[in-house]
């Protein structure tokens, strides 16, 4: 597809997918070098980021499990604006806070482009369930990879 039109920020990929039921979540690989991002060594897992992984955002943990330095800095100034609007512990209360803050489900692409991310960013959140402790449970992790990063060498 051929466009003409010079691309501007756009609007961040986020693409989400849904295993099913009771399968493993994938083995993550980087869309632009190959690299996997974790691997499973004596019942860990280790991180392996390559340079294009902006974030892993964990499911299970319920919080951002790596972070690149660039994705730290933006989120320390999208953590630093918020404090500024809302300074308090009231106006931390309220409903405009959790709609500013959450990264949950559906909010998640808008704290990206909060966050200053564009058409650049490819996000996969990739929901996967399984059984514990005798009840159904559903996770979803994220994985951002970054093609601004991209280098001459990964075209190759
Ligand atoms: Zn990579």
Redesign the pocket.
Known sequence: MQDNVSPVAGQVGYVAIEQPFGLQPPKVH??????QQFVEQDDEYLETP????AFVFGGEEDEFVYASDDFAARFARFDAELDARFPNDEAQASAEYEEASSFYRDLFPRRLADLGYGASLLALRVTYGGMAEGSPVWFSDVYG?DYALIREA?AE
């Open positions: 980087c869309p632009i070098c190959g690299q390559c340079e294009h992984l990879f990964d």
